[in-house]
């Protein structure tokens, strides 16, 4: 496989912002928000400039945020049997 061949394999496969916006189900201001915090980051750019994801960074954020809302019903299962 050549380079240039697997450069265009992997832009192939690589996700827009708008299909990685959409298979997280958040809106562009969100994605501005993630990015100027350090939440995510484009996998690359193209030649052109632009942005471009991964199905792994989209499955990376799900379980993320899937850890993160588990916690926090723990966190609430926990204060209500205290009280």
């Known amino acids: 496989m050549t380079s240039r061949h697997a450069v265009e394999l992997i832009e192939a496969e690589a996700l ?3 299909q990685f916006r959409d298979a997280l189900g958040i809106s562009s201001r969100t994605l501005q928000r993630w ?3 350090g939440v995510v980051a484009p996998a690359f750019h193209t030649a ?3 942005s ?3 199905n792994r960074q989209v499955e990376d954020l799900r379980s ?3 850890h993160t809302a588990c916690a926090a019903q ?3 299962s926990t204060e209500a049997v205290a009280s």
């Open 16 to 18: 827009t912002p708008k």
């Open 48 to 50: 052109r400039g632009h």
């Open 52 to 54: 471009r994801y991964t």
């Open 74 to 76: 723990r966190a609430v």
């Open 35 to 37: 990015k100027q915090r």
């Open 64 to 66: 993320r945020s899937e």
